[in-house]
């Protein structure tokens, strides 16, 4: 049989082919009708990196993606996750569920037991590829409580983790606010050693040591000044002091000494005229004899002024000395003050560090505690899906209209293998096996139908 009888046989027998896929459409829809529907309702959820984080430190979820993702996906499928939902949702006082749990579960199981194997047996969770998005996926034959129980575990996580991000918070700020307590009493303990400290040393300028070291570096040029003075003085007021110089240069000294030379003079000039009874002779070596008297009187009253003086700068001598030694003596003790008075000062400031380091941990903590979201957020709400995920409508719609077709197709053809019909020339050549001459056409509507 040529293709072009078959097509001919098909064209001419398509009432079997649709009366068998309208059999087969009818066998679908049927099957449909009575068949367990599976609904499958959809929610997501967004891990924004940027975001707040859970615990207010720079620690964002950079390092890896998806294992961040795979973790939060597991601790979506936890039973703490569940009893969470099932205590939100009141899935226990449920009618319908409790018919099933009565139904369904072994003995000595509980409803909450039961629940929770229930759905977690439901639930899908998987990550999206290459996002940050955690996709929940619920399977019932209810598309309403599919959806209901898609949403319910995405509520039920999103405040998981923020009672996971501000309850530990919430402990650590009170043992932070102890601390708190502690570190401040601390302070104010090293605060007052260091101002008594102070106190009891004279210490409270800051510069005392500056100053007194000051006053060392005066006082020490002052005794190398005096040292310098005194021994030249006591090298000019030695032994020979009358024969010094400063005795002999000394003016009213050097007056006298020429007055005495004037007057020795005239007592030679006039000794030699007069003699030694004359009394203008006698007047002036009278007049010499005093001048020589004062002379010695002042000479040794210029010796007595050069010992007192050397005498005055020995004594300034000793003073400074002992002033300096004093001013030492003060700055050792002042630099051991000052050595001890760092060392509380020390205790001071890392009692201030450790304040204000607790300080800030405890407002961290504080402000974690009154976070009002965490870095997770449902992005897709599920809604009740018009089509169930099992059996698939659509498909199992096509499937049976492709398979009535070709079922009904392969009846024609066994049909026309089976009882065999003349419908061309080409057929009819073909069965005979000789030459068709010609052909003509009847007027009935049974022309295209002849038997051999």
Request: charged share 20%; net charge positive.
């Amino acid at each position: 049989m040529v293709s072009r009888d078959m097509l001919i046989a098909l064209r001419t027998r398509w009432k079997l082919v649709l009366a068998t896929l309208v059999v087969v459409l009818a066998f679908a829809l049927a099957w449909l009708a009575t068949a367990e529907r599976t609904y499958i309702a959809r929610s997501s959820l967004l891990f924004d990196d940027r975001g707040p984080s859970g615990s207010l430190q720079d620690t964002p979820v950079n390092q890896d993606s998806r294992a961040v993702v795979g973790t939060q996906a597991d601790i979506l499928r936890s039973e703490a996750v569940a009893r969470r939902v099932i205590r939100d949702q009141n899935l226990t006082d449920d009618p319908r569920l409790r018919r099933e749990w009565r139904q369904q579960a072994p003995a000595g199981i509980s409803i909450q037991r039961w629940l929770t194997s229930k759905l977690l047996a439901q639930l899908d969770v998987q990550p999206e590829k290459d996002t940050n998005v955690l996709a929940i996926r619920f399977r019932s034959d209810d598309p309403v409580f599919a959806a209901r129980m898609a949403n319910a575990f995405a509520s039920a996580f999103v405040a998981m983790r923020l009672e996971i991000s501000t309850g530990p918070a919430k402990q650590y700020a009170a043992w932070f606010q102890q601390r708190t307590d502690e570190v401040r009493r601390n302070l104010e303990r090293a605060q007052s050693a260091v101002t008594a400290f102070q106190n009891s040393h004279g210490m409270v300028d800051g510069n005392a040591l500056a100053l007194e070291a000051d006053r060392l570096s005066s006082l020490s040029t002052q005794l190398a000044s005096a040292e310098s003075g005194a021994a030249d003085l006591r090298a000019r007021a030695g032994t020979q002091v009358l024969q010094s110089p400063d005795v002999q240069s000394a003016g009213v000294i050097e007056a006298l000494r020429q007055q005495v030379a004037t007057a020795d003079a005239k007592v030679n000039e006039l000794a030699t005229t007069h003699g030694d009874a004359h009394p203008a002779l006698v007047a002036l070596r009278n007049e010499r004899d005093t001048l020589r008297a004062k002379l010695t009187s002042e000479t040794a009253a210029a010796g007595r002024s050069l010992r007192v003086a050397s005498a005055a700068a020995s004594s300034r001598e000793g003073e400074l000395k002992r002033l300096v030694g004093q001013q030492r003596g003060r700055m050792l003790a002042m630099t051991g003050n000052q050595a001890q008075l760092e060392k509380l000062q020390n205790e001071v400031n890392t009692a201030q560090r450790a304040y204000e380091a607790v300080t800030q941990r405890l407002n961290i903590m504080r402000l974690q505690t009154g976070l009002p979201t965490t870095n997770v957020q449902q992005v897709d709400r599920a809604t009740p899906p018009l089509l169930p995920a099992s059996p698939v409508v659509p498909l199992l719609l096509l499937f049976a209209l492709l398979g009535g077709t070709a079922l009904g197709i392969v009846l024609v053809i066994l049909l026309e293998l089976a009882r065999p019909l003349v419908r061309t020339s080409g057929g009819l050549a073909d069965a005979l096996g000789v030459p068709v001459l010609g052909s003509f056409a009847l007027a009935t509507a049974s022309h295209s139908k002849g038997r051999f």
